[in-house]
């Protein structure tokens, strides 16, 4: 039997159901949106189901826990309102869900483009997904079985993403929950969309407060890896930004430091406590 899928948009701002052409979404879906008014809408789209639930709240953790409270359906589909799929997107899905019976989770092929233009193709190999290799895939290219991450009660951090304390991680963080819980994450050499990254509400470049952060994610999520991480992530960005491999490992051990005792660097530069 053919699984139903449901995709869970995380939004911002939107006044009505426009974004649904925009994404090319031919699919159920569930769009959590944070504006300045709280409401909820249903509305039926081709037959599709687009729940449309507003609020108030802020930080894109609790947009994307939103979306998962009110799914129904058998896979669900992560996803950004930056995203245009592919025409047969629900099959492919489907069809990779089926035909990897073990999978719990899969991550799907995607464009990245700037100003119109696709500079970057994140494509997996098909088949079972390194647990290092897998942190390199955006929230938007991310597939699960929802019976699978109910009962494993997995959730994503409200503390690290767009609008949060910390501004980066929260899709590294829900993967490796994923890993930790012991669920099996597969990969599927197919293209399901392109997500365009002119306007990103949570990266300003590769500048002290994102090593801080990334330090801060480390200890957060690694555990004893967190050595390696910060290594890894002080080599990964190599070419991307001006300081020095040095300075991005003093930062992010910083961060690392810093988390324990509840410190961030705010839109200043300048560390302050937040209340985790």
Same mark, same amino acid.
């Given at each position: 039997m053919k699984p139903t899928l449901e995709v869970l948009v995380a939004a911002m701002n939107q006044n009505d159901f426009s974004l649904v052409e925009k994404m090319n979404m031919t699919a159920n879906a569930v769009i959590a949106n944070q504006c300045s008014n709280v409401s909820f809408e249903k509305r039926y789209i081709s037959e599709n189901r687009i729940l449309m639930i507003s609020t108030d709240?802020?930080? $894109?953790?609790?947009?994307? *826990? %939103?979306? @998962? @409270?009110?799914?129904?359906?058998?896979? %669900? %589909?992560?996803?950004?309102?930056? $995203? $245009?799929?592919?025409? *047969? /997107?629900?099959?492919?899905?489907?069809?990779?869900?089926?035909?990897?019976? *073990?999978a719990d989770v899969i991550l799907f092929g995607f464009h990245l483009s700037k100003c119109g233009k696709v500079y970057e193709t994140r494509c997996p190999k098909n088949g079972r997904i390194p647990f290092l290799k897998s942190l390199k895939y955006g929230t938007y290219s991310v597939a699960v079985r929802r019976k699978s991450v109910l009962q494993k009660n997995i959730m994503f951090t409200e503390l690290f993403g767009g609008g949060c304390p910390y501004s980066h991680g929260e899709d590294s963080d829900f993967i490796v929950r994923c890993f930790k819980s012991g669920l099996k994450v597969y990969g599927c050499h197919q293209i399901i969309g392109s997500t365009a990254k002119d306007e990103s509400t949570c990266f300003d470049g590769y500048e002290d407060k994102y090593f801080f952060d990334t330090g801060a994610l480390a200890r957060n999520t690694f555990g004893m890896l967190s050595p390696f991480y910060i290594l890894y992530m002080a080599i990964r960005t190599r070419g991307l930004t001006d300081i020095s491999i040095q300075g991005k490992l003093k930062l992010m051990i910083e961060g690392y430091r810093g988390f324990q005792n509840g410190k961030i660097y705010n839109s200043? *530069?300048? %560390? /302050?406590? $937040?209340?985790?």
């Open positions: 709240t802020r930080g $894109v953790g609790k947009n994307r *826990n %939103l979306c @998962l @409270l009110f799914s129904s359906a058998d896979i %669900l %589909l992560f996803a950004d309102q930056d $995203v $245009v799929y592919v025409d *047969n /997107m629900p099959d492919i899905v489907c069809k990779a869900f089926n035909e990897n019976k *073990n200043n *530069n300048s %560390l /302050m406590e $937040v209340k985790k």
